[in-house]
């Protein structure tokens, strides 16, 4: 991070936890300070907020403008095409991810910018990898196109600091829960989607059997791990581009359990579809060592203080009570 203020860029400020992670940026740095850009019109929050532009991450001459315009010297970049959403349409995923990535990256050298941020997922991992307590180094075989793109973006973000001295930093993101943005096209937005329908309709159906099990992490964990990598000492991290952090891991069967101590009537049925394989294929729970001992992180939220808050929010927002 520059000792200077942060001049933020946030691709793909309109998803899920671009949503969150911009509006906790610019309550840190200054509103002014912080880019909401999106492929998208910039609507609700962030346009009322602080400065919104549209981008397109796969046009590197409108990045570059844009960088330019607003004197950028720190970038996040969460711009992308999710795993379930990726499946549909591949050839969609691979540009979107891939080549928005590369120009940041490349951005990065040509422009002398700060940090630059390129979050990863549990999606690089697949049915070869250890699913317990998935070790930070291990192989790296997906079987979704998002996995692949992430790997790649992975390598390409190590390569860049190895070869141009670039300051690129990422994080293994596994399932995110907010009550703030809806399901985004991943396979782990059971866990977030349930939570909606537990308040609106008390039923469910879940595409994911009762004991699939995938590590998760709350929104407030997930912004927290952000920002505290991003401003943690580049000079103490061995790792950049791949830390694996954990919070959470639970299966759909013990989420819904965990749910019905605030609603004891709330019913789930369990028809897996094609997001099943994709969940097979990915760890069950997570080794992050590396995180705790190069940038010092820790989770705050367990299972049931985040089902509690979950609800509370979810429930004052649509008018119901528990």
Sequence with gaps: MTKTTPKVLVTGAMGQIGSELTLALRERYGHDNVLA???????????????????????????????????????????AILSATGEKNPGLCW????????????????????????????????PETPRVNTPQETVL???TMYGVTKVCGELLGDYYVRRFGADVRGLRYPGIISSETPPGGGTTDFA????????????YTCFVKEDTSLPMMYMPDCIKATIELAE????????HGDFNVGALSFTAGELAAEIRKHIPGFRVSYEPDFRQAIADSWPSSIDDRAAREEWGWQPAWDLPSMTADMLERLSARFGKRL
């Design 95 to 126: 540009r979107v991810n891939m080549d928005g990535t590369l120009n940041v990256l490349n951005m990065a050298v040509e422009m002398k910018l700060g940090t630059v941020m390129i979050p990863s997922s549990i999606a690089v991992f697949g």
């Design 141 to 143: 075989k997906p079987r």
């Design 232 to 239: 943690a000492d580049f000079s103490k991290l061995s790792h």
């Design 192 to 203: 977030v989607d349930i939570f909606y329908k537990a308040v609106q309709n008390g039923e």
């Design 37 to 79: 850009t999106d492929v998208r019109t910039i609507e609700g929050p962030l346009a009322e907020t602080g400065p919104c532009a549209k981008l397109d991450v796969t046009d590197p001459v409108m990045l570059k403008g844009i960088l330019e315009r607003y004197g950028i010297n720190t970038v996040y970049h969460l711009a």
